[in-house]
Nanobody
Framework: VQLQASGGGLVHTGGPLRLSCAAS????????IGWFHQAPGKAREGVSA????????YYADSVKGRFTISRDNTKNTVYLQMNSLKPEDTAVYYC????????????????????WGFGSFGQGTLVTVSS
């Protein structure tokens, strides 16, 4: 699968952005999809994910209540609606796909029980939140 993230940009604190992750090569609903972010000087970390089989969703504590993940299988696209953005949300955002990842309300793990163990990543899109 090939993934392309888009929708990043500059937004003021409290504003919204919607990121898109377009999949090609294989139907997106075959994969669980995850969104990650990587702030300058920090490690990449998982933000939200949606399961391939039942659509279960998971959100990191830092974004719970502000971000919403969804998928449109007719467009082979997964979205991340980000509301009430904060300066600390500034990062490059990546989407990732893996058919062997399970998502539920507790966490995101792959078949080796590795947390956020996605195999395929797309190029990122930069989100900058100004204070």
């Amino acid at each position: 699968v090939q993934l392309q993230a888009s929708g990043g940009g500059l937004v003021h604190t409290g504003g919204p952005l919607r990121l898109s992750c377009a999949a090609s090569g294989t139907p997106a609903d075959y994969y669980s999809i995850g969104w990650f972010h990587q702030a300058p000087g920090k490690a990449r970390e998982g933000v939200s994910a949606i399961d391939s089989s039942d659509g279960s969703k998971y959100y990191a504590d830092s974004v719970k209540g502000r971000f919403t993940i969804s998928r449109d299988n007719t467009k082979n696209t997964v979205y991340l609606q980000m509301n009430s953005l904060k300066p600390e949300d500034t990062a490059v955002y990546y989407c990732a796909a893996d058919p062997r990842v399970t998502v539920d309300g507790v966490g995101v793990t792959n078949y080796l029980f590795a947390k956020w163990g996605f195999g395929s990543f797309g190029q990122g899109t930069l989100v900058t939140v100004s204070s």
